[in-house]
Structure formats: structure tokens, C-alpha cells
């Protein structure tokens, strides 16, 4: 079945300690995005690729990078997780065709900082 | 500043009755609505979708009504299983700006169906 696949599901760090989470979809989807979920919060958008074109929000912290060396993959980077980035980090995909099309999300990585 | 909200955090209804999820949004230039299912531990699932064209989408027992007038949309289900137990996200998003494609979410509401 075709899919968005996190890996690992649970990861725990140290606090300033750099941590990578992955993604990979077998879509072949074009567009791929990481969201940040706090605990009853609604899930906020970190960044997208758009094909190989990154596309950062505004508000997101300078401490979160990411790298896509492919169309299947997608790296999250945190250079120095604090205690305030332990969330749900979800990772979604879509295929643009000029208009809004649906999101395919993974089962997301729950991140602990120690 | 929430553009998407969803004022009911949890939901309580009796199975084979009908669920009613509600979503406001305050950007009239979202063009787009969906809903997103999510269990715990998995990822949002998406369940229906709404464009800004049409007032009514219906899907098996899940159907979105979108009232543009009144910013507001709302997704019922008919009838409601212990298994649609979930919590539900309501995401919009808008063709047009800078922001093209990307979905904004309310915060959810968890949707308990008893036996």
C-alpha cells in the first residue's frame, strides 16, 4: 500500500542534543511537509518542499532545519532541541496540481527532550 | 490568532445517533475544507473534503456542510459507530497568496461514541 512512513515513532534526546527525524512516502508525491502538534494543540506547519523549492513559515524557529535529498525522502533536523520542541512531529505529503490538494499524513514521531 | 476554530474540544453521543462536529473560520479567502480523523498514536487521516463552490458533500455516513456566509462549517455522522471514537480536526486552506495549498487546523474535538 502506498504510504507516508515516520521513523522511529518515539524518540528521546537530550536537551541541546541534535536529533534527526525522517520521512519517507511511496506516493510519488511532489510537495512533502513537517508539521510540530503540542499536546491539545492543532498541528502547525514548520515547512514544506515544494518539488525541491523549500518553503519555511515565517514563525519557525531558526533551531529547525530540513533536507530532502529525494522525491521519497524528508528530513526534520533540530540543531538543539530545548524542552519547549517536544511535540508530535507529523510529516505529510500531497501531489500540487495547481490547486489545493489533500495532505497524506505519517504516524507522526513523538519527541522527548531530557 | 486562530483562524480555524473548533469550540467544542470533546463530543459525546450515543451510537446510531448523529454526530455534529463544528468549525468557524475567519479567512474569507479559504477556499478549501477538510477533515482530518485521528486515533492516538496514528497520524490525521483525512476523511471528507469541501470546496468553496459547493455548500454540501456527503460520503457514505460522513457529509460536510459549509455555509460561506456564516464562515462555518460542520460535519455530521449518520450514524455514529464506537468506532468513529476519534478526535476530528477541521484544516482549510486557500488557492490564492503566498500560502498557497498550506492547511491551517483548528484544534480538534474528540468525538466519544457509546455502545
Known amino acids: 500500500d502506498a504510504m507516508v512512513i515516520q521513523n522511529p515513532r518515539y524518540q528521546v534526546t537530550q536537551f541541546g542534543k541534535p536529533v534527526t527525524l525522517s520521512c519517507s512516502q511511496t506516493l510519488n508525491h511532489n510537495v512533502m511537509y513537517w508539521y510540530q502538534q503540542k499536546s491539545s494543540q492543532a498541528p502547525k506547519l514548520l515547512f514544506h518542499y515544494y518539488d525541491k523549492d523549500f518553503n519555511n513559515e515565517a514563525d519557525t524557529p531558526d533551531n529547525f532545519q530540513s533536507r530532502r535529498p529525494n522525491t521519497s525522502f524528508c528530513f526534520l533536523d533540530i540543531r538543539s532541541p530545548g524542552l519547549g520542541d517536544a511535540a508530535m512531529y507529523l510529516c505529510?505529503?500531497?501531489?500540487?496540481?495547481?490547486?489545493?490538494?489533500?495532505?497524506?499524513f505519517g504516524p507522526g514521531t513523538r519527541l522527548l527532550v531530557l | 490568532d486562530q483562524q480555524v476554530k473548533q469550540n467544542s474540544p470533546s463530543l459525546s453521543v450515543q451510537e446510531g445517533r448523529i454526530s455534529i462536529l463544528n468549525c468557524d473560520y475567519t479567512?474569507?479567502?479559504?477556499?478549501?475544507f477538510l477533515w482530518y480523523k485521528k486515533y492516538p498514536a496514528e497520524g490525521p487521516t483525512f476523511l471528507i473534503s469541501?470546496?468553496?463552490?459547493?455548500d454540501k458533500n456527503e460520503d457514505g455516513r460522513f457529509t460536510v456542510f459549509l455555509n460561506k456566509s456564516a464562515k462555518h462549517l460542520s460535519l455530521h455522522i449518520v450514524p455514529s459507530q464506537p468506532g468513529d471514537s476519534a478526535v476530528y480536526f477541521c484544516a482549510a486552506s486557500s488557492n490564492y497568496g503566498g500560502s498557497q495549498g498550506n492547511l491551517i487546523f483548528g484544534k480538534g474535538t474528540k468525538l466519544s461514541v457509546k455502545p
Open positions: 469541501i470546496s468553496s463552490i459547493k
Open positions: 505529510a505529503t500531497s501531489r500540487a496540481t495547481g490547486g489545493t490538494e489533500t495532505q497524506y
Open positions: 479567512n474569507s479567502m479559504f477556499d478549501y
